[in-house]
T-cell receptor
Framework: DQQVKQNSPSLSVQEGRISILNCDYTNSMFDYFLWYKKYPAEGPTFLISISSIKDKNEDGRFTVFLNKSAKHLSLHIVPSQPGDSAVYFCAVNTGNQFYFGTGTSLTVIP | DTGVSQNPRHKITKRGQNVTFRCDPISEHNRLYWYRQTLGQGPEFLTYFQNEAQLEKSRLLSDRFSAERPKGSFSTLEIQRTEQGDSAMYLC??????????????FGPGTRLTVL
């Protein structure tokens, strides 16, 4: 039973354009949502998070949007840069449990 | 380097052997997590420590798996009688309890286990 789903395994975007990564979750009780970035041969690195009491959080080029009614989370990267090419995981947290999606591989084309 | 470290980085073993992995968290972090990641999947939660106490265990953690965190510092994950299905990347993460950022986990590079 997949609690968190990332339905797009890969995404290619031109440098300078917007990258939009999507994530759907099943449990309306989840109260904290995170995005992680992962480069090959490294562990995931925290990118940005949002609490369930908010619907938007912004940090530089990265913005996370939360639509609780749709149980949908998205990450916007503007403008996209070649160094953003990585696998992006969304994760949800409730209590001591963390659930990760399967990841979306983003390629930013110079 | 004050990040999370894991040793060894790679481990190849034969089916039926026991293996042990070590994780050294960021020194001031009191929470420590173990995850397993297989190809094409995201990290799957295995277990979680608050200081030396193991507070949560996933149903994925069969009785062949045991984790310890003596003195609330480093942690070990042992797999007994390994099976080919145990082949995966084993990730360790740590975080600091308290404050707004308590959910933010810092991951180590992982230990890749191959069971032949």
């Amino acid at each position: 039973d997949q609690q968190v789903k990332q339905n797009s395994p890969s995404l290619s975007v031109q440098e300078g354009r917007i990258s939009i990564l999507n994530c759907d979750y099943t449990n309306s009780m989840f109260d904290y949502f995170l995005w992680y970035k992962k480069y090959p041969a490294e562990g995931p690195t925290f990118l940005i998070s949002i609490s369930s009491i908010k619907d938007k959080n912004e940090d530089g080029r990265f913005t996370v949007f939360l639509n609780k009614s749709a149980k949908h989370l998205s990450l916007h990267i503007v403008p996209s840069q070649p160094g953003d090419s990585a696998v992006y995981f969304c994760a949800v947290n409730t209590g001591n449990q963390f659930y990760f999606g399967t990841g979306t591989s983003l390629t930013v084309i110079p | 380097d004050t990040g999370v470290s894991q040793n060894p980085r790679h481990k190849i073993t034969k089916r039926g052997q026991n293996v042990t992995f070590r994780c050294d968290p960021i020194s001031e972090h009191n929470r420590l997590y173990w995850y397993r990641q297989t190809l094409g999947q995201g990290p799957e939660f295995l277990t979680y420590f608050q200081n030396e106490a193991q507070l949560e265990k996933s149903r994925l953690l069969s009785d062949r798996f045991s984790a310890e965190r003596p003195k609330g510092s480093f942690s070990t994950l042992e797999i007994q009688r390994t099976e080919q299905g145990d082949s995966a990347m084993y990730l360790c993460a740590s975080s600091l309890d308290g404050g707004f950022s308590y959910n933010e986990q810092f991951f180590g590079p992982g230990t890749r286990l191959t069971v032949l």
